[in-house]
């Protein structure tokens, strides 16, 4: 079983003390962050970050913010960060791709995880989609690894984006929690599994998506006092427990 998270730091620009004890609190085995560092010195930036944390890093480069953290329970195969399609007049996003391996019970499971930020205009968001899933899917069959994607959408489900992920994986959420609420639904329902704003939630845009072969065990975010989750970042981490099914395993 592999714990993968995923969480949009904003660029570490509020309380680092508090986003560490949040990122402490999730116990990933695998991190996909969102905003990180990209200024001089980003790389130093991520280590402290996962030093701090109890992790490492394990791939994405400087543009477009993206990157995985790993915990010493995995290996890491493979890492790298793959730079997406320009568009002129937006922001040049990347996707970072980490391969790791898992011994559970003797058994070793390989799974493809990727970290993604997705535009804020809809047609660059669905092509990158699209793109994402097709260098996930290619390290997923080199490496014989199930693939798993997780990151900030900025998109609310049941839009284009969610759509097509939808089609190929299994949105971890709805998994544990059922179907999203219908047009109609009374507030608390419609802001179940909200992400976005940190300090009151009323939109998941964030979201984690397990592949062909996969369990979804459980889903979550961290447990910590409310501050510091509002200290720690403008949006709000999610944390899936997933696990190979029997007659998937290698």
Known sequence: MLRVATYNVRGLKDDRKALVRVIRALRPDVLCLQEAPRLPGWRRERWALARAAGLSVAAGGRVGGTAVLTAPAVRLLHGRGHRLRWFPGLEWRSTALAVVEKTVEKDRERYAVCSAHLD???????????????????????????PVLAGDLNEIPGAPVWRLLGGRYTDCFTAVRGPAPRIGADEDESRAGATFPARDPRVRIDAIFAGPGLTVVSYGGAAVPAEDLTAASDHRPVVAEIARTPSARA
């Open 120 to 146: 804020l205009q809809a047609g660059a968001r669905l092509r990158h989609a699209s793109q994402i899933v097709a260098l996930l899917e290619r390290a997923a069959g080199e490496f014989g690894a199930a």
